[in-house]
């Protein structure tokens, strides 16, 4: 079956560096989506990329599509210590909302 | 309501016994999800509603697990006879429109514990 693989599983940055994670699939995707999951908390929806090579920004946040539409990264620019938690990419191969999650990145941010 | 709730937060069953775990979606959402998440892992996928059908099952791990939502907003998930393997916690998630379509609100989950 569809496998997501995300890299790498803990990063460690000091604050104001810069931080990405990487996504990849197994399978071409219909879309992918971005979560933030706090420690103790639930997964908040960030954001979501439906075109191949789709590049979207959110503040700080830079997402990306691959042209081929099985990887994807979130990049972080200048870290905050509100930054940390763990990122989580969700990747659906049949538009029918069955996404398979990645195992996520979890950033921690040193003041 | 202002999310999605789930309850109970935390439930420890023994070995053998059944559960059934609630969400209430978000007011007016057509479609709900059910999660399991292990410890340190991603969720995964168990079973998807579009109102009151439940379209996709494919991911419930076995015949001991059982979700309805009967009326299309409220579901229970339920499992027979737990076992240790099925510690984890379950979220559940809904969004406004169709699968795949719009964005997937989660609730704070349920925290199952099989001793």
């Given at each position: 079956g569809q496998q997501v693989m995300q890299i790498p599983q803990y990063q460690h940055v000091q604050e104001g560096e810069d931080f990405t994670t990487y996504c990849n699939s197994s399978t071409t995707l219909s879309n992918i989506q971005w979560y933030k999951q706090r420690p103790g908390g639930h997964p908040v929806f960030l954001i979501q990329l439906v075109k191949s090579g789709e590049v979207k920004k959110q503040k700080r946040l830079t997402f990306q599509f691959g042209e081929a539409k099985k990887n994807s990264s979130l990049h972080i620019t200048a870290?905050?210590?509100?930054?940390v938690g763990t990122y989580f990419c969700a990747g659906d191969n049949?538009?029918?909302?069955?996404s398979t999650f990645g195992d996520g990145t979890t950033l921690t941010v040193k003041p | 309501g202002a999310g999605v709730s789930q309850s109970p937060r935390y439930k420890v069953a023994k070995r053998g016994q059944d559960v059934a775990l609630r969400c209430d979606p978000i007011?007016?959402?057509v479609s709900l999800f059910w999660y399991q998440q292990a410890l340190g892992q991603g969720p995964e996928f168990l079973t998807y509603f579009q109102n009151e059908a439940?379209?996709?099952?494919?991911?419930?791990?076995?015949?001991r697990f059982f979700a309805e939502r009967p009326e299309g907003s409220v579901s229970t998930l339920k499992i027979q006879?737990?076992?240790?393997?099925?510690s984890a916690v379950y979220l559940c998630a809904s969004s406004l429109g169709l699968a795949g379509h719009s964005t997937q609100y989660f609730g704070p989950g349920t925290r199952l514990t099989v001793l």
């Open positions: 870290t905050q210590t509100t930054d049949t538009n029918a909302g069955k | 007011s007016g959402h439940q379209l996709d099952k494919s991911g419930l791990p076995s015949d006879r737990t076992q240790q393997e099925d």
